[in-house]
Every structure is written in structure tokens, then in C-alpha cells.
């Protein structure tokens, strides 16, 4: 079975530019779940969807981030403007709904903000 | 509001020893559930155990064990015979209230590194 499907690996990109960066969960979850990793701030959880529906966006630093789930095979993370701040590796994660809802993650989104 | 605690920034531990990772958690919830990950130096996030707040017995998975102490509030990791490629950042994560709906969240990480 295929895992969660991050792209962009990799993403370099001059400050002010827009950023997408996509996911794809694994078939039959139906929980979606956006972090953020930095080495200063550890792995933070930017917002979850559940059923396609955001759940908790507190996580969301700021306005310029913004998060879509059109269908239950797809979301994204936008972020625009992009400032250096927020170069840092980015994980999608899904979850079904089996004993533990463990979730699982994407190999993750390294973004560079230059 | 759920918190979850790791006091070891790092651990350097000799290869074929045990290793004990901790894990202190806060929640006012009586249903949650506990995991680790592992995340070696390539990134990848790598699901290792799972602890139900209900569930009578530590969770067992292989060389990986969890030492559920509920009155602590605390969810230890515990890898025996240590590998060298045991060496990474071990994350501990709550998800609190058994609830497809809940949300899971993350310590701040061990690093381990194991010695030959």
C-alpha cells in the first residue's frame, strides 16, 4: 500500500514568494494532519482535518499560512507571502480509524526560504 | 490543555545495553492514547508503539516496549538490546480522547546515540 505522498521533497524559494506545498494520505484515512518542524520549535501540529472538514488551525502561525482538503485524497499548505522564517521541514500525516489511530507520516517537505 | 514531556535532550547509551527513553504526559482526559516514533537522520517519521490509556498490559513491539505508568502520568520507552542503528530522535505523542476527531501531539524529542 502506498504511504502519504508529500511533494514538493525539496523547495527552495526567494522571500515573498507563494509556496504549495501537497499531500496525499493513505487511502481510507480520514484524519489529515500538517506539522511544522525547526529545530528551535521542535515538531509543532499547524492544523488537522477530519472527514475533509479543519478541525483545530490554532496551530497556524500566521495569515499567510492557509490549508485546503478539497476531497479526502488531497490537501494542501500555502504560504504566501514566504518569508526565511519559515524554512523547515513540513509533514503531512494521516490517520484511519483502526485500533490507535496511529498516524503516519509523509517524508516531508524541506522548504527554504531564501 | 495535553502536554507532553522529555527531559533528555540527548543520550549516548553503549551498543547491547537497554535504553530507557521518559516520557511524562498532562492531560485532564480519562481516555487518551500514547506513541513513539523514531526519526533517524535521514527524516523520515517512523511509527514504534502504541499505549491505550485503558489498556491493562504494557505495549510490547519487538526489541520496543513501553512502561505505561498511569499514576505518573508517564509512557517511557524502553529498547533492549540496544543497535547501532537504534541511534535517532525518539518522539514520544499524546492523542487525547479516543476520538477519530482528536488531535496528537508531540514532545520536544530525545536524541540517541548508541556507541559501539
Known amino acids: 500500500d502506498a504511504g502519504v505522498i508529500q511533494s514538493p521533497r525539496h523547495e527552495v524559494t526567494e522571500m515573498g514568494q507563494e509556496v504549495t506545498l501537497r499531500c496525499k494520505p493513505i487511502?481510507?484515512?480520514?484524519?489529515l494532519f500538517w506539522y511544522r518542524q525547526t529545530m528551535m520549535r521542535g515538531l509543532e501540529l499547524l492544523i488537522y482535518?477530519?472527514?475533509?472538514?479543519?478541525?483545530?488551525d490554532s496551530g497556524m502561525p500566521e495569515d499567510r499560512f492557509s490549508a485546503k482538503m478539497p476531497n479526502a485524497s488531497f490537501s494542501t499548505l500555502k504560504i504566501q507571502p514566504s518569508e526565511p522564517r519559515d524554512s523547515a521541514v513540513y509533514f503531512c500525516?494521516?490517520?484511519?480509524?483502526?485500533?490507535?489511530?496511529?498516524?503516519?507520516f509523509g517524508e516531508g517537505s524541506w522548504l527554504t526560504v531564501v | 490543555a495535553q502536554k507532553i514531556t522529555q527531559t533528555q535532550p540527548g543520550m549516548f547509551v553503549q551498543e547491547k545495553e537497554a535504553v530507557t527513553l521518559d516520557c511524562t504526559y498532562d492531560?485532564?482526559?480519562?481516555?487518551?492514547?500514547l506513541f513513539w516514533y523514531k526519526q533517524p537522520s535521514s527524516g523520515e517519521m517512523i511509527f514504534l508503539i502504541y499505549q491505550g490509556s485503558y489498556d491493562e498490559q504494557n505495549a510490547t513491539e519487538g526489541r520496543y516496549s513501553l512502561n505505561f505508568q498511569k499514576a505518573r502520568k508517564s509512557a517511557n520507552l524502553v529498547i533492549s538490546a540496544s543497535q547501532l542503528g537504534d541511534s535517532a530522535m525518539y518522539f514520544c505523542?499524546?492523542?487525547?480522547?479516543?476520538?477519530?476527531?482528536?488531535?496528537?501531539?508531540f514532545g520536544s524529542g530525545t536524541r540517541l546515540s548508541i556507541r559501539p
Open positions: 500525516a494521516s490517520r484511519g480509524t483502526g485500533s490507535g489511530n496511529t498516524i503516519y
Open positions: 492531560t485532564s482526559d480519562q481516555s487518551y492514547g
Open positions: 487511502s481510507g484515512h480520514n484524519s
Open positions: 482535518f477530519n472527514n475533509n472538514v479543519p478541525i483545530d
Open positions: 505523542a499524546m492523542r487525547e480522547a479516543y476520538s477519530s476527531a482528536s488531535k496528537i501531539i
